[in-house]
């Protein structure tokens, strides 16, 4: 049996071992070991200590046990609060090596985007389809009775000139205007009517401003009492989306064997608000479509009484806009496929 004043003795080494061995210690691990070489309840040093009670005589035995008992909890605090100090270095130094540097540069995705005359497409389609116009899209080859004569624009007519026409039989031709689709469109449907016919064109010319391949944007209302002003004020509400607040239209006599009268259209300059600039010659305005009220003899062709509707019709030149909303020249930059160039028109 070992002696009372060395078990005594023993708390005391003990704790001072505890005393000194916790602050040398690195990491919550290692308060971890050391607190099971103390205090694990078979091996641990107190843990043993507890088992010589048996040993001692009954007098002595509830003081011994009581200085045990301290022991035991202030050795159990003194490793919480090393383990409690570690876990929280270590927590921190882990925040440090997993921070992240916001401002890195990031890494450059590279995405494609929509083609510049599709982007103003769209954009069109959706400005239009905010009015409540649906959308027909027509057909590229058309025959000569839909793009010209049910137009009013029969064989011998000197209004075929003004369209250099790709012909691919004596019926059948390569659209030269997507005021085709307006006869389908009648023919098809009743009044009230309010479409767009949005699509590829072709007429062969071919310089700066002209492709032999191009894109209009037909917009046709049919209805009792339309005119000039519904025009007008559909046409307001559009260049303004498209060019900004304030700009504005006026319309010029024209000539269209499909409508009568007919207008060209003029959007004041958005470059120079209308002072006269580069953009618009000095004129303060600049042309952007064509239109007109809707010719009773189109009208009667699809089967439609003018003396109850009237209609009105105008047709857009989407890469026209798009020169002209982006600032460009040349017509074949639209159509380079030169990504340089396309990346920048983008909105
Ligand atoms: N189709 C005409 C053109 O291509 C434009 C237009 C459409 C004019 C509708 C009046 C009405 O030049």
Same mark, same amino acid.
């Given at each position: 049996m070992q002696d009372l004043n060395e078990l005594r003795a023993k708390i005391d080494e003990i704790k001072a071992e505890i005393a000194s061995g916790v602050l040398g210690l690195k990491s919550s691990k290692a308060v971890y070991e050391f607190k099971k070489s103390f205090l @694990?309840? #078979?091996?641990?040093k107190i843990s043993q200590l507890m088992k010589e009670m048996k040993n001692i005589p009954s007098e002595a035995r509830a003081d011994f046990g009581k200085g045990v008992n301290e022991l035991k909890n202030w050795a159990g605090g003194r490793f919480d609060e090393m383990d409690e100090k570690l876990k929280a270095a270590e927590a921190e130094a882990r925040y440090e090596s997993e #921070?992240?540097?916001? =401002?890195m540069p990031a890494k450059k995705i590279k995405v494609g985007n929509l083609h510049p005359v599709t982007q103003v497409k769209n954009q069109l389609i959706d400005i239009f389809a905010s009015m409540g116009f649906e959308v027909f899209e027509g057909t590229e080859i058309e025959t000569d009775y839909y793009n010209f004569t049910a137009l009013?624009?029969?064989?011998?007519?000197?209004?075929? @000139?003004m369209q250099d026409t790709f012909y691919l039989s004596p019926e059948f031709l390569l659209r030269t205007q997507t005021s085709a689709g307006q006869i389908h469109v009648m023919e098809a449907k009743k009044p009230p009517i309010k479409v767009i016919s949005p699509g590829k064109v072709f007429r062969s010319d071919d310089d700066a401003t002209h492709s032999p391949m191009f894109t209009q944007m037909e917009g046709l209302v049919v209805d009792k009492h339309i005119t000039l002003c519904d025009l007008q004020g559909m046409l307001n509400v559009l260049v303004e989306k498209i060019f900004g607040e304030g700009t504005t239209t006026r319309l010029r006599p024209s000539y269209f064997p499909? =409508?009568?009268?007919s207008v060209e259209v003029d959007v004041s300059c958005f470059e120079c608000g209308g002072k006269g600039c580069k953009l618009c010659k000095g004129t303060g305005w600049i042309e952007v479509l064509g239109a007109g009220i809707v010719n009773k003899k189109v009208l009667e062709n699809c089967g439609i009484d003018s003396n109850d509707y009237s209609g009105l019709a105008f047709g857009i030149g989407v890469e026209r806009l798009a020169m002209l909303k982006y600032g460009?020249?040349?017509? #074949?930059l639209l159509y380079e496929s030169d990504l340089r160039v396309l990346e920048q028109l983008n909105d």
């Open positions: @694990d309840p #078979k091996a641990g #921070k992240i540097d916001i =401002t009013n624009t029969p064989q011998d007519h000197p209004a075929r @000139d499909f =409508t009568e009268p460009i020249n040349n017509i #074949k």
